[in-house]
């Protein structure tokens, strides 16, 4: 497996010469058996208990180079957000497609252990749920928030203790507008209450489509390129709400700037 220099450094740019010649040209039909295949023997491998970290950044990195290779151009910056820190830490970002589920282990998982608050469902999924669940994830029906978020407090400050990271997405479902109204505050009291700083990011995904066969195989658009970025560790204080709000305005002045 190749290492990408996106594990090592501050910044990583997809390479001029990743994409392929006949898979950039037909970038749907090319990804999906290869983002499959990946998924396919990585949660066989949970399901037989046989996962682990690194093979969780592998299958991860396969998907980062499927993308790359169908012409899906990706952009990671200020890494040094979180690989500087000495503690773990939550990360609050907005959540547009499935493609952030699959390309955050590779960027968090080689520097600081790290896990997602998920909707339960999703530990059923057949391609990935095995997977994920061998992530020892903090899944939430996300029916009743005041359980979501006793949940989230509970098991998110045991793994903030034992050392692992956790990373929030506390928009209900996924979207590519960002709308601050419904972006809850759940990864801003966890950060709280554990006593650990949080690490806003913000990212555009939206080049991974959504189609009417569900959110995880919509159409690839290689004429949109992929954004993380990791804003610099913030304290959430007094009752939070400079932090939420920072929170945000990072998320919305991102975007703002990569649609231009």
């Known amino acids: 497996m190749k290492n990408y ?9 997809t390479p001029n010469d990743a994409r392929g010649f006949f898979s950039s040209r037909f970038p749907s039909l090319f990804f999906y058996p290869s983002m499959a295949k990946t998924a396919f023997f990585a949660n066989r ?4 208990g046989k996962s682990s970290d690194q093979a969780w950044v592998n299958a991860s990195l396969r998907v ?7 012409g899906v151009s990706l952009s990671f910056k200020n890494l040094s957000a979180f690989t500087e820190l000495d503690s773990p830490c939550v990360f609050i970002g907005n959540h547009m497609s499935t493609l952030e589920t699959f390309v955050l282990p590779a960027i968090i998982q080689p520097h600081k252990p790290v896990t997602f608050v998920v909707k339960s469902s999703l530990l059923n999924y057949p391609f990935f749920g095995n997977l994920m669940a061998s992530r020892e994830p903090i899944a939430v029906n996300r029916t009743n928030p005041r359980e979501d978020l006793k949940k989230v407090l509970s098991e998110g400050c045991e793994k903030l203790a034992q050392g692992k990271s956790i990373i929030v997405f506390p928009q209900s479902t996924r979207s590519t507008n960002f709308d601050r109204t419904k972006f809850n505050s759940i990864g801003v009291k966890l950060a709280k209450k554990a006593g650990v700083p949080i ?8 080049s991974w489509g959504h189609s009417k066969l569900g959110k995880e195989f919509g159409p690839i658009d290689t004429s949109k390129k992929v954004h993380f970025a990791f804003h610099p560790p ?3 204080e007094s009752n939070g ?8 305005n990072f998320i919305e002045t991102s975007l703002n700037k990569w649609e231009k």
């Open 64 to 70: 980062i180079k499927a993308l790359e290779r169908v």
């Open 45 to 48: 491998e949970a399901k037989q």
């Open 5 to 13: 220099s996106v594990m090592y450094s501050n910044t990583y740019t």
């Open 234 to 236: 913030i304290t959430a």
């Open 199 to 206: 690490v806003p990011l913000a990212l555009k995904t939206d």
């Open 241 to 248: 709400k400079e932090a939420h709000t920072s929170v945000c």
